[in-house]
């Protein structure tokens, strides 16, 4: 179908406005086909609507043919002869258009079904999209926490050779220790969350839960956002469902009209007459054949009426579905957009946050140098750090969140 192949476009060039975004995107790339060609979900859409555009040949038919066979008990005496058994097939014709108009009704429900499967696609490609940014931001932190554990022992071997010449405590030492504890827990439970993730992205894609799901190694905001163009927003196939449902509650009322002119009937009586004995004339035990023409005329009509003023007010219904769900995905936009600016305002403030902590690490080093380091003061960088470094994956996360948000309502 010509309006299939246009959809599959269209789902295809939203897969590459999601791809276009990022730099080193090939392995969402092909964990975003293979959830495609697997999911179960997008499956069942297409199912649903093979199953209604199969309805089409269900709905081009006539009536069933009716045939009947009648014996004479007591046979009446005719002129000719007397009648032994009849013989009767009839079958009645819907209206002119009727057919092709319960046709053209299918056709428009399977047209909304099919949107069905296009905003099911989408949906199924922002969250793998999703799945993966939130991965990566789980591997990255683990990433920063490992770091400064690392970070965290060099001082504690620091404050070792502090204590032996007696320039520390051993509570120092101490307090390091149980501060590279509490951060390997914070990896382990992030870790754990990480098996989760994958779980759900491995689910997404129709795979065994424990498949390994690896992530790029870094991403970083791009200097300049995509242009965003709200007006492809009146067009996202969420409401070109309505549209579409709009259509077919069109066509069942043409079909509603249809239904409600005339039926036509055409019929044949064979009636098998025997001759009459002792005589002799030319329509001696003639048989009957007797040619009929019948009409069903839907004189008590308020059924007819009743559909046509409900497919009106569905019609209204639809109308206002419409207007609700516009207005939803126009607040989901906005919140997404405004969402994304604040992520890389806090991008922007971690980074120069980031920059001040290492520049007082290295203040602090100096100081050890001259004999003069303050734990209490490392260990305050050091979690103002962490902090920084925390904030900045995060907000690079929530930059692609956003951003897979707006691709699924803008492309």
Not at 139 to 153: C, E, F, G, T
Request: a negative charge.
């Amino acid at each position: 179908m010509k309006y299939k192949s246009i959809h599959i476009k269209i789902v295809l060039a939203l897969g590459s406005c999601f791809l276009s975004l990022f730099v080193n995107a090939q392995q969402l790339e092909t964990l975003i086909d293979e959830a495609l060609e697997n999911n179960p979900e997008i499956q069942k859409f297409e199912l649903q609507y093979k199953r209604v555009s199969e309805k089409v040949n269900e709905v081009n038919t006539i009536p069933n043919t009716e045939f009947g066979v009648g014996y004479f008990v007591s046979e009446p005496e005719t002129r000719t002869g007397a009648q032994r058994f009849k013989v009767s097939a009839k079958q009645m014709l819907p209206w002119f258009g009727t057919i092709t108009s319960r046709e053209n009704y299918v056709s428009a429900l399977a047209d909304a079904k099919y949107e069905d499967i296009v905003i099911a696609k989408r949906k199924l490609m922002a969250s793998v999209a999703q799945s993966y940014y939130k991965l990566y931001a789980n591997k990255a932190k683990q990433d920063v926490l490992a770091q400064n554990i690392q970070l965290l022992k060099t001082y504690e071997t620091l404050a070792l050779t502090s204590v032996e010449v007696g320039k520390a405590s051993a509570v120092d030492v101490l307090r390091l220790q149980m501060r590279q504890n509490e951060l390997q827990q914070l990896k382990d439970v992030l870790y754990q969350q990480f098996l989760s993730e994958q779980t759900n992205l491995n689910n997404l894609l129709n795979r065994e839960n424990d498949v390994e799901v690896t992530v790029v190694d870094s991403l970083t905001i791009p200097i300049e956002d995509f242009e965003i163009n709200t007006e492809n927003l009146s067009v996202h196939s969420e409401l070109l469902k309505y549209d579409k449902l709009y259509q077919s509650i069109e066509q069942s009322e043409l079909l509603n009209q249809k239904e409600s002119s005339p039926m036509i009937g055409f019929g044949l009586d064979y009636i098998n007459v025997s001759e009459r004995p002792d005589m002799n004339f030319s329509d001696n035990g003639k048989d009957v054949v007797m040619p009929m023409v019948s009409v069903s005329i839907p004189i008590f009509n308020k059924k007819y009426k009743s559909i046509s003023k409900q497919n009106e007010l569905e019609q209204q219904e639809i109308n206002y579905q419409k207007q609700e769900r516009l207005n939803s995905l126009k607040t989901m936009l906005d919140k997404a957009i405004n969402d994304r600016i604040s992520a890389r305002i806090s991008n922007t403030t971690a980074t120069k946050n980031i920059k001040q902590a290492k520049d007082a690490e290295q203040i602090l080093i100096k100081s050890y140098e001259t004999g003069t380091i303050d734990f209490n003061d490392v260990l305050d960088i050091q979690e103002l750090q962490l902090k920084f470094q925390m904030g900045q994956i995060e907000a690079i996360k929530n930059y692609y969140l956003q951003s897979t948000i707006i691709n699924y309502l803008i492309q």
